[in-house]
């Protein structure tokens, strides 16, 4: 697992400079300080990722399409302004962004450092689950936060993540309705687009940090038959091809929206736990299956003041504290 080499994207962000132009191997290595034996590597390199560029070194390269990769810097000047616009880490292939910057983090990785993939052999989700990450087709993303709050203020992160998600998708494509179900997941059509992982490390009264990882399934045309039934990505909603480095631009600056809202707005609490309920479809008065211990069913009534979902029962209302809703 290595992170991935800063000149390729450089290379890229030359070509693009000069959309119309061939390059010739001795500029190009003139302007991203290498040889132009290392250009021609890195040129190779690229071309297995998939960016199609034209040329050799004699004749000199030539972009042929603008690549959907998410190389740091093509994603940092539209992240200009934001807590994620600094440290900004690309990998082409990891186990998880999220243990990847647990592990970074605990090593003092700074607020707003942000950790993505094109490939994650191991993906984590919530409990024991998997979290499927085919190459280049989604954004697997994990951020490092250090608010200023107490433990308990973690659900409301991430609740206002899920909102942050909804709202950059709908900044896109305004005709799709995204719908949150407590506590982390985005559907489309009743099926799951993204899903939130929140990890942290902690003292009792206070947080050390806290990774926020995010995996939106964006440009998959189907997905491994178990998760048919339950997954769905943007373009299968949407039915056109989405530019995976647009999304993900638009997904951090709506978290940086969201995340400055909990830091100073001292009505974000309540703020973030109306509009969670609001846009949810399932967090009021429907009927659901809790799988928690030994499990149980009811009809949902809201949010506590905490954030947890609560369940009228026959026994009476419940806490859901950390089970999978399932609708009914
Ligand atoms: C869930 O729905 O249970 C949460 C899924 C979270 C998946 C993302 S992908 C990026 C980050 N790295 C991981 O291993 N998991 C999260």
Sequence with gaps: MHQTDARLGRIICVLMSYPTV????????????????????????????????????????????????LLPDMLAPLLRGTICADDIH????????????????????????????????????????????????????????RPALPPSDVLILTLATGLAVQ??????????QPDLKWPNDVLLNGKKVCGILTEMSSEATHVRYIVVGIGLNV???????????????????????????????????????????????PDAHADILQRFQEHSSSARGKEVWIEEHDGFEGVTEGLDSRGFLQIRTREGLKTVYSGTVRLK
């Excluded at 995976?244 to 600056?253: M, N």
Aim: charged content about 20%.
């Design 219 to 265: 440009n998959h045309v189907s997905f491994p038959e178990e998760l048919e039934p339950i997954a769905i990505s943007l373009r299968m909603a949407t039915e056109t091809e989405w530019s995976r480095i647009d999304t993900c631009a638009a997904l951090l600056k709506s978290f940086d929206r969201e995340y400055n809202n909990l830091l100073l707005n």
């Design 22 to 69: 061939v390059i010739s191997g001795t500029k190009l290595a003139g302007e991203i300080g290498a040889t132009r034996s290392d250009v021609w590597r890195l040129v190779e390199q690229l071309r297995t990722l998939g960016v199609e560029i034209t040329g050799h070194p004699s004749s000199g390269y030539q972009l042929a399409a603008v690549p959907d990769l």
């Design 167 to 176: 709202s950059a998708i709908q900044e896109i494509d305004p005709r799709i």
């Design 90 to 145: 690309h990998y082409y292939r990891v186990g998880s962004t999220n243990t990847l910057a647990m592990e970074e983090a605990a090593a003092g990785a700074p607020e707003g450092s942000i950790y993505l993939a094109e490939q994650q052999t191991a993906g984590r989700g919530r409990g024991s689950n998997q979290w499927h990450s085919a190459e280049s087709t989604g954004i697997y993303c994990s951020l490092v936060v």
